[in-house]
């Protein structure tokens, strides 16, 4: 059964760090066949049980009311074995997402839970086939990579771990950021 705190509570840091705003980002966890995630047009910031909803992995049959990523985190669930995802717009990893393919923390926290974070390309990067297609064999290497323009996506066994890879890489962004720029 999903833990509806732990949405609530992860939702909420995500907005504090400002790793999100308003509506934007999603968060899913797997049940089984199915999986929960954030409805389109969530406040991540106060979530509550009715803007979580529960979707199929293997078709849309639920999707009504589902954030517009549903398909992107169908498709990786079905490609791996991880329990939940996050899917953010960190500002600093999305500028660095601009000129980059790969980004590489040097700090000492960053480069120690992420060595490097592949850059995806996508011409459509809001929920599109494209992303559908390119996402899944990438997160399914490494649990956290950017979608060149968009924003950050983070797979691991359960929400407290995809948070912790999406702040350390928010977190490593700033630095790279600051360094940059002296």
Not at 15 to 21: L, P, R, S, W
Not at 35 to 52: E, W
Not at 74 to 89: D, F, Q, W
Request: charge should be neutral; include cysteine; hydrophobic fraction near 40%.
């Amino acid at each position: 059964m999903m833990k509806l705190n732990e949405f609530i509570k992860i939702g909420r840091a995500l907005f504090d760090e400002q790793i999100i705003h308003s509506t934007s980002g999603n968060i899913s966890v797997r049940d089984g066949d199915s999986f929960y995630i954030t409805a389109h047009g969530a406040y991540a910031a106060n979530l509550s049980s009715d803007r979580i909803v529960r979707v199929n992995i293997k078709d849309k049959r639920r999707d009504a009311g589902a954030s517009v990523e549903v398909d992107v985190h169908r498709a990786i669930y079905r490609s791996t074995s991880y329990g939940a995802l996050i899917h953010a717009h960190p500002i600093f990893a999305t500028v660095l997402s601009f000129d980059n393919d790969v980004i590489r923390p040097i700090d000492a926290e960053g480069s120690f839970y992420i060595s490097e974070v592949p850059v995806i390309s996508a011409e459509n990067a809001i929920g599109s086939e494209e992303v559908v297609m390119k996402l899944p064999p990438v997160i399914s290497k490494v649990p956290v990579c950017i979608i060149k323009k968009h924003g950050s996506w983070a797979a691991a066994a359960d929400l407290a771990e995809c948070y912790n890879l999406t702040s350390v890489l928010e977190n490593a962004c700033k630095i790279l950021y600051h360094k940059q720029m002296r």
